[in-house]
């Protein structure tokens, strides 16, 4: 039986990056593909980065049963299938699911033997830079996404393990170290988390 994985940030911390550079390190570790309702950005294909579906098919999948989670993330729905993340596990494969921390939730609860991991940016400007230099969104969702990365990070304690992406190298390193089972000095419980986290979540003036 496989291992299940969740790894979780706001949007700009780097997840996608780590994610990216631990698949190319691991060849064993496969990679729910999402679906989602989000209109596919330039470069990405359908059923390989996401299942794009309109949002009367996200419905009826929901309706179905079909999703181990789902949420609504700004204006789009994401969720993950369940059937595939099962037959995945149940090969001996470890999967890992790119998520959301309202989803991750929804896991935890579906499958408490799951271990969860929380991306953190190391100050608010670099999620900021972060997100510009995408080069992605609007000024408007920008300034929207770094306003709902403080909720997003306020919920940093609810998972297993915290790495802050201060450097990228090194952020890439602590990840795999989680996947192999080590990691104790990364809990979520740590102590100084806390002076970064008040320091991430406080919202500018």
């Given at each position: 039986?496989?291992?299940?994985?969740?790894?979780?940030?706001?949007?700009?911390?780097?997840?996608?990056?780590?994610?990216?550079?631990?698949?190319?390190?691991?060849?064993?570790?496969?990679?729910?593909?999402?679906?989602?309702?989000?209109?596919?950005?330039?470069?990405?294909?359908?059923?390989?980065?996401?299942?794009?579906?309109?949002?009367?098919?996200?419905?009826?999948?929901?309706?179905?049963?079909?999703?181990?989670?789902?949420?609504?993330?700004?204006?789009?729905?994401?969720?993950?299938?369940?059937?595939?993340?099962?037959?995945?596990?149940?090969?001996?494969?470890?999967?890992?699911?790119?998520?959301?921390?309202?989803?991750?939730?929804?896991?935890?609860?579906?499958?408490?033997?799951?271990?969860?991991i929380f991306?953190?940016?190391?100050?608010?400007?670099?999620?900021?830079?972060?997100?510009?230099?995408?080069?992605?969104?609007?000024?408007?969702?920008?300034?929207?996404?770094?306003?709902?990365?403080?909720?997003?990070?306020?919920?940093?304690?609810?998972?297993?393990?915290?790495?802050?992406?201060?450097?990228?190298?090194?952020?890439?390193?602590?990840?795999?170290?989680?996947?192999?089972?080590?990691?104790?000095?990364?809990?979520?419980?740590?102590?100084?988390?806390?002076?970064?986290?008040?320091t991430l979540?406080?919202?500018?003036?």
């Amino acid at each position: 039986m496989g291992k299940l994985f969740v790894i979780s940030a706001p949007s700009g911390a780097g997840k996608t990056s780590l994610v990216t550079s631990l698949l190319a390190a691991r060849p064993g570790l496969k990679v729910s593909v999402s679906h989602t309702t989000r209109k596919p950005r330039t470069n990405e294909v359908d059923g390989r980065d996401y299942y794009f579906v309109t949002l009367a098919q996200f419905h009826e999948l929901i309706n179905q049963d079909a999703f181990l989670e789902y949420a609504q993330v700004f204006d789009n729905y994401y969720g993950t299938g369940a059937a595939q993340v099962r037959e995945q596990l149940a090969a001996g494969n470890d999967v890992l699911l790119e998520i959301d921390w309202q989803g991750a939730r929804q896991v935890r609860r579906a499958m408490p033997d799951s271990t969860s991991i929380f991306i953190l940016p190391p100050t608010r400007a670099a999620l900021e830079q972060r997100l510009r230099e995408r080069r992605t969104d609007s000024p408007e969702t920008i300034a929207r996404r770094l306003a709902d990365a403080s909720t997003d990070m306020s919920h940093y304690n609810e998972f297993d393990f915290v790495v802050v992406n201060d450097q990228f190298d090194k952020a890439a390193v602590d990840v795999d170290t989680i996947l192999d089972g080590g990691g104790r000095e990364l809990r979520a419980s740590r102590s100084e988390l806390k002076p970064l986290i008040d320091t991430l979540v406080r919202l500018p003036v």
